[in-house]
């Protein structure tokens, strides 16, 4: 099983500063198979990023992607007020299917 | 528009059995590899169970392996995940999404309330 480990656990910055997410897997996967999601309380998760660098339908340009072999990225370039939710990096091209824990993007 | 909609959920106790049905709408629904995905109050995300486009090949997580079973009604565009020996670690939202392996998860239901206690 291909275990994706998110760092950090929680990130707190302000509106207009720039986030990176890392999610790091335990062994290589396709960029191809690497997706992330955003998550907000009581809402399901929202597809941001597939194949590692595309943004899904209605994604704003502020969130990129980047990342090769066992190291990911998710980069907001500029926060706004709804961009503090939960993030989870997924690869879905190695069965099982797995997602990291979660990166929680807090207000500061 | 696409659109899945989960139902069945419900409280259960330990031992007991519940249905969970997921129906899509707005796509091809016989063309697309579906999965079920679940997560525990204040966790992170698993996923328990996929269904290839056919419904002949499916795939279940560790933790439901020999409880759970995935099937499919493609006449219905539906979605089921019979879940049997329910236990209190089963309690969780679960999830329909479009997609699974090799295949991205682009859509998802709003999900359906399990709690497994007695």
């Known amino acids: 099983e291909i275990v994706l480990t998110q760092s950090p656990g929680t990130l707190s910055l302000s509106p207009g500063e720039r986030a990176t997410l890392s999610c790091r897997a335990s062994?290589?996967?396709?960029?191809?198979?690497l997706a992330w999601y955003q998550q907000k309380p009581g809402q399901a998760p929202w597809l941001l990023i597939y194949?590692?660098?595309n943004r899904a339908t209605g994604v704003p340009d502020r969130f990129s992607g980047s990342g090769s072999g066992t190291d990911f990225t998710l980069t907001i370039s500029r926060l706004e007020p709804e961009d503090f939710a939960v993030y989870y990096c997924?690869?879905?091209?190695?069965?099982?299917?797995?997602f990291g824990q979660g990166t929680r993007l807090e207000m500061k | 528009e696409v659109q899945l909609v989960e139902s069945g959920g419900g409280l259960v106790q330990p031992g007991g059995s519940l249905r969970l049905s997921c129906a899509a709408s707005?796509?091809?629904?016989?063309?697309?590899?579906m999965s079920w995905v679940r997560q525990a109050p204040g966790k992170g995300l698993e996923r328990v169970s996929g269904?290839?486009?056919?419904?002949?090949?499916?795939s279940y997580a560790d933790s439901v392996k020999g409880r759970f079973t995935v099937s499919r009604d493609n006449s219905k565009n539906t979605v089921y995940l019979q879940m049997n020996s329910l236990r209190a670690e089963d309690t969780a939202i679960y999830y329909c999404?479009?997609?699974?392996?090799?295949?991205?998860?682009?859509?998802w239901g709003q999900g359906t309330l399990v709690t497994v206690s007695s």
């Open positions: 062994q290589s996967v396709s960029s191809t198979y």
């Open positions: 999404a479009r997609g699974g392996l090799k295949v991205i998860s682009d859509y």
């Open positions: 707005g796509f091809t629904f016989s063309s697309y590899t």
């Open positions: 269904i290839g486009d056919s419904g002949t090949a499916t």
């Open positions: 194949g590692t660098s």
């Open positions: 997924q690869q879905f091209g190695t069965s099982p299917i797995t």
